[in-house]
């Protein structure tokens, strides 16, 4: 059939499937579907409907199947998959839209959801205790005493708004959970005139590593909470059709090999490639040697590469897993049956899709590995970790390594130097949905135990899974006895250290640190390690797989070799090696066997909206607005529609700004709104202490972002920020211009504000890489900066910008802020902005430097599509939605 297709009803057809007669939007129709990658299929599917429904999606559909790049489509996502801190905040706004369309008298009973919205509570847990018993119970209890007041309000939104469902604290990790029982695959859309019509299943999620669920054949991204909102109620992703890369994997892991050893290699490759804002799609009969925990794991890592999703069609590995994960056998059997029909499934005589690009995986060729010290593409090969610490230590304590640089430790028998783990962490949904990982990480502990080796007293062990599953297949296997001995007792069932999350350090090992000055170290099983994320006093950080972890904590040491120095010594004094304690494939796969079945899933998952009596307690009526209370230092009303013009003013020119900071490469939205721990000395603490929150109860950034007070006081707070208009100087600092005075960058936003000076943000290439972290836009939009101009963006942080009313403007190659010779004294125009402004146009940027020379470059604008250019006309996502509610309010006529 030809490409365009005028009357898409008629693709709509009808299949009978486990005694229902279900329909569905046919795409098999199209001639070209079969040379189409399976996630541009899905988009395809998605325009059908929309088709179908009457809307004009007919230049759309001919850019998906000749896979035109750029062109700009929109997406409906079936839901919206949030976690509890971006998702708390997109609830905290949407809570706000209800009062300001009010306020303005409009009915605020229409601002509700109007897709499904499940919102995961685990990125709030920290790990208080450790290498106990009693931990997960002690760090549950604390976890509610910190955000009860959080989770209350999460409480109030599913009694309030229709379609919200709040998972409560200790059950897992939002993308682990998303894979073992949330994902349907395909979803069943029930219409008014009852037909129930059949659709992939598809989702946004309010954290960077939604694309997990790829894994499971689920096409789903990351997305900013401003953007969830606008999917929330009613709006398409706005989304420029992206390029795929096709990847396809050949040969089989060797022996003593781990997923996350393969994981590792991919990020590396895939960061080397340059897939930012790409779609990577995994093709070939070698994905058959691919579990689907080994294509959870690597799609899960796309934000550490850029990617925005990375996608593994539906075949055998999927259907056996939804068996395996205890799914009901007609939910299996339409999986197979509707993806087959639409030309979604694969199998291994399946022929390629036609890639923009095409990359070879020789899954041989992969070897154990650890990546730091600060990005999770900083790939080590095992064996050179010892000697690249070295280098690394060079490079952060500026002056080269010294072995014999040892300090004691008050109050222990033990001394701490350079390179000492004081951090080793079985953490992340990446990892623990892995059943290989899992078992090789018990199977070494019952190893090493047996051997009589114990974890070097200076490290804190913690093991918190992404689901209860795990914990239960560690018992039935007869491996958590030996982790335990080694410290690695349950913790609890969230994010922790991979978010920022690792709890305290002993106050002596601290003291010895910070006196010293002693480079610590980290080794975790998570997804990220940038600067500042693990832990205040945790200067380098290693990604590694939980057996890895396990080592570590056995060597307490960087600068150990672990593939040719002792792990340490037996009962009888002899070395014991790496190779002693590591378990061969068999005895993986044995371990694996018969522990993980649809039983133990369906126990411990019957519960999954059940929090027990802590979470009834916090239990209270639903309303249409929420009261909100003054004095709260968690949740306070969004300040963003506050003097909001009925319409949007007419666009013009940006002149007169200031550089609130210039920054290098690979700049993070950890950087740019940090996650970890509130350290004294910083605008947020200031704030907190002066509403007579004492230090012990600041809680950590990523738990205040319900409080813009706090949130707009963390931007650029990092300790590791580096400044180039303060020269050698690491943290949220800058210079006041034009007195040149050196304040903290929200002090100095606020004198700008008052002198109603518009700011700039100058950066490198690939600004606001990492978390899908909606703040890092907001806090900067907040402190007054109405332009980012950069040398590339992250896909989610630009889209962010863009939400929050700030211009994302990209440098053409090779010119940057080094080679203008800016240093923060210059002011900036930027000319040729107006209100009909094209998608990616050109505009001049004029630099006006202190000695009264001038500068004009031409810039890219980075609004990529029809939508980016509405919604920053409009100042940002939610000024557009809320103008749309007023006006559905003024046009409608009462019954």
Not at 58 to 63: G, M
């Amino acid at each position: 059939m030809p490409g365009r297709i005028m009357n898409y009803s008629s693709l709509i057809k009808s299949m009978p499937i486990a005694g229902k007669d279900l329909q569905y939007a046919s795409i098999a129709e199209f001639e070209q579907v079969e040379a189409l990658p399976f996630s541009l299929r899905i988009l395809l599917e998605n325009l059908v409907r929309q088709g179908a429904r009457g809307e004009s999606v007919q230049d759309e559909i001919a850019a998906v199947l000749s896979r035109k790049s750029g062109t700009g489509i929109n997406f409906y996502p079936v839901r919206v998959f949030g976690q509890d801190i971006l998702g708390q905040v997109m609830l905290v706004d949407l809570a706000g839209m209800r009062d300001a369309v009010a306020d303005a008298g409009g009915d605020p009973g229409r601002v509700s959801p109007k897709v499904p919205v499940d919102v995961i509570i685990d990125h709030s847990l920290q790990v208080d205790k450790w290498a106990s018993p009693d931990a997960r119970r002690v760090n549950l209890e604390k976890e509610y005493s910190r955000n009860g007041e959080r989770f209350a309000f999460l409480r109030w939104c599913s009694n309030s708004f229709d379609g919200v469902r709040i998972v409560p604290p200790g059950k897992g990790i939002m993308h682990q959970l998303h894979l073992e029982r949330i994902a349907r695959v395909v979803w069943l859309d029930k219409a008014a005139d009852g037909s129930v019509l059949a659709i992939p299943d598809t989702c946004v999620g309010t954290d960077s590593h939604t694309p997990m669920v790829n894994g499971l054949g689920v096409l789903g991204w990351g997305v900013g909470g401003i953007e969830a909102e606008a999917v929330m109620v009613g709006k398409p992703v706005a989304l420029a059709l992206p390029e795929v890369v096709g990847i396809e994997v050949r040969g089989q892991l060797r022996d003593g090999v781990l997923p996350t050893d393969l994981v590792l290699a991919i990020t590396k490759k895939m960061r080397e490639l340059g897939v930012v804002g790409k779609f990577v799609e995994f093709f070939g009969a070698g994905l058959d040697a691919l579990s689907l925990g080994d294509r959870g794991m690597i799609a899960n890592m796309a934000p550490e590469y850029g990617a925005t999703a990375v996608y593994f069609p539906v075949d055998r590995i999927t259907l056996d897993y939804l068996r395996m994960t205890g799914r009901e056998a007609e939910d299996v059997a339409l999986v197979e049956a509707y993806y087959k029909a639409q030309k979604l499934w694969r199998d291994a005589s399946t022929p390629a899709p036609a890639f923009g690009q095409t990359v070879v995986i020789e899954l041989d060729s992969v070897q154990p590995c650890l990546a730091g010290p600060r990005n999770p593409e900083d790939h080590i090969d095992l064996g050179s970790v010892s000697e690249a610490f070295k280098l690394h230590y060079r490079e952060i304590a500026r002056k080269p390594f010294d072995p014999a640089h040892r300090v004691p430790v008050t109050g222990e028998t033990f001394t701490l130097h350079d390179g000492a783990v004081v951090i080793a962490a079985i953490t992340s949904c990446t990892n623990t949905a892995n059943p290989v990982n899992m078992m090789a990480a018990g199977l070494v502990a019952r190893k090493a135990v047996a051997r009589g080796l114990r974890t070097q007293p200076w490290v804190k062990t913690s093991l918190v899974p992404g689901s209860q599953v795990t914990a239960a297949v560690l018992e039935k296997a007869g491996l958590q006895d030996a982790l335990d001995t080694l410290g690695f007792q349950i913790a609890g069932f969230g994010c922790t250290t991979c978010n920022g999350g690792s709890g305290p350090l002993p106050e002596p090992v601290v003291q010895a640190i910070e006196g010293n000055g002693i480079v610590a170290t980290a080794v975790l099983s998570g997804n990220r390690n940038f600067e500042g994320r693990i832990h205040p006093n945790v200067r380098a950080a290693y990604l590694g797989s939980p057996a890895l972890v396990v080592v570590h904590a056995l060597t307490g040491s960087l600068t150990v070799n672990v593939t040719t120095d002792p792990i340490g010594q037996d009962r009888e004094g002899k070395n014991v090696y790496l190779s002693d304690i590591w378990p061969s494939a068999q005895e993986i796969r044995d371990a694996v066997q018969g522990v993980y079945e649809p039983g133990i899933f369906n126990e411990k998952y019957a519960d999954l909206f059940d929090g027990g009596q802590p979470w009834d307690a916090l239990a209270g009526e639903g309303s249409e607005r929420f009261d909100w209370q003054p004095e709260s230092t968690y949740i306070r009303r969004p300040p963003y529609f506050k003097d909001l013009p009925r319409h949007p003013l007419p666009v013009s020119d940006i002149v007169g700004m200031r550089p609130l900071v210039i920054l290098g490469d690979s700049v993070t939205t950890d950087h740019i709104s940090p996650s970890g721990a509130i350290s004294l000395g910083t605008p947020a603490a200031d704030f907190l202490i002066s509403k007579g929150v004492q230090q012990r109860d600041f809680n950590n950034y990523t738990t205040r972002r319900g409080n813009h007070d706090v949130a707009i006081r963390a931007t650029f707070a990092n300790i590791r920020l580096r400044n180039q208009m303060v020269p050698g100087v690491e943290g949220g600092v800058t210079r006041l211009m034009p007195e040149g005075e050196q304040m903290r960058i929200f002090e100095a936003a606020e004198v700008y504000l008052e002198r109603q000076v518009p700011l700039v943000v100058l950066a490198g290439k690939n600004y606001g890489c990492g978390s899908s972290r909606d703040w890092a836009a907001k806090g900067v939009a907040l402190l007054g900066v109405k332009a980012v101009i950069a040398e590339g963006f992250e896909r989610i942080h630009r889209t962010n910008l863009v939400g929050m009313g700030v211009l994302p403007l990209q440098f053409e190659k090779g010119v940057n802020a080094q080679t203008l010779g800016l240093d923060g004294s210059e002011t900036i125009d930027v000319l040729d902005l107006h209100d009909d402004i094209e998608v990616g146009a050109s505009v001049r940027v004029v630099f006006r430097h202190a000695d009264g020379h001038e500068q004009t470059v031409r810039v890219q604008v980075r609004l990529d599509t029809r939508e980016d250019v509405e919604y920053w006309r409009h100042g940002g996502i939610m000024p557009r939605v809320w103008r749309d509610y007023l006006n559905e309010s003024e046009t409608t006529v009462p019954a």
